[in-house]
């Protein structure tokens, strides 16, 4: 009996002498692991982007232990920009894992009314740091630490090309033209057509004047070829153009304007000229 009592209050002491490091190193008690698997684009329009940020963590003892808290902070060009936190009231089973996913959509908007200064830029630097915080039996709260680096995509003007005319037909009645434009999108997603306005030329004065509007979006990071037909009726040109009655040919000029209608990008229509001959038969 009296052993019995004395290996009874020596755990006493034993335990009550103990610390967490201690019963760390003995194994009894140990810190969770926790690492960053991805940090993933998973979704980007004209709009804004979403990334998605999946934390592993590793439970190694043989109890099962509260969720962490998750605070996140996400950081455009090293300035604080947008911060959350993820709450959880699930537990981790003994020696299992599981995933924290902390998706954070930035809107381009709100990014570029706040630095105007990446006006122009095709990318820009953000970090993403993380504090998991774990109220673990006998080691209480723990706070571990994670931060990733990375670069993402600012949306694109498209870029145009300068504009073809070629004859495609001509008899005596009419002649048939037509204007090619290639339209460059530069982005990882669709945007929208432009708005394409036109007027053809005959010795510096209109002829013909009209617009293009396409509901079908640009491809992303793709060329789409914009084909405008034109119809020269002559008797039109000559009622017109009176002084080209007597002549074989007149200098024509294709002025076109597109206009990508991105307001968020403060877009301002874009102008090119085609200069070209039209023959003249009778």
Not at 20 to 35: D, F, N, R
Not at 58 to 67: D, K, T
Not at 214 to 236: F, G, K, R, W
Request: proline share 7%; with cysteine; hydrophobic share 45%.
């Amino acid at each position: 009996m009296k052993k019995l009592m004395f290996l009874l209050i020596a755990l006493f002491v034993l335990l009550t002498f103990t610390t967490c490091e201690t019963l760390s190193s003995m194994g009894l008690m140990q810190e969770p692991v926790v690492s960053l698997n991805s940090v993933d684009l998973t979704n980007i329009s004209l709009n804004g982007v979403q990334l998605l940020a999946k934390v592993q963590i590793e439970n190694p003892n043989s109890i099962e232990i509260p969720f962490p808290q998750t605070d996140w902070e996400l950081f455009v060009n090293a300035n604080s920009f947008i911060s959350g936190t993820i709450r959880n009231n699930e537990r981790i089973r003994a020696r299992g894992s599981t995933v924290v996913e902390v998706p954070v959509y930035l809107d381009y908007l709100g990014i570029f009314n706040s630095f105007t200064s990446l006006f122009g830029n095709r990318q820009f630097d953000y970090k993403t740091a993380f504090a998991l915080t774990f109220n673990l039996p006998v080691l209480g709260e723990k706070v571990m630490n994670l931060a990733h680096d990375g670069t993402i995509p600012l949306p694109q003007l498209p870029q145009i090309n300068t504009p073809s005319m070629r004859i495609s037909s001509s008899n005596i009645t009419r002649t048939e033209i037509l204007v090619t434009i290639n339209v460059v999108n530069p982005n990882i997603f669709p945007i929208p057509s432009p708005r394409i306005t036109y007027d053809y030329q005959i010795n510096r004065n209109s002829f013909i004047r009209g617009n293009v509007e396409s509901d079908e979006p640009l491809a992303a990071s793709s060329v789409t070829p914009i084909t405008i037909p034109l119809t020269v009726n002559y008797a039109d040109l000559f009622r017109s153009f009176a002084s080209l009655l007597l002549a074989r040919e007149a200098a024509s000029l294709f002025v076109v304007s597109l206009d990508p209608g991105i307001p968020l990008l403060r877009s301002e229509p874009v102008r090119f000229e085609v200069a070209g001959t039209l023959p003249i038969l009778r």
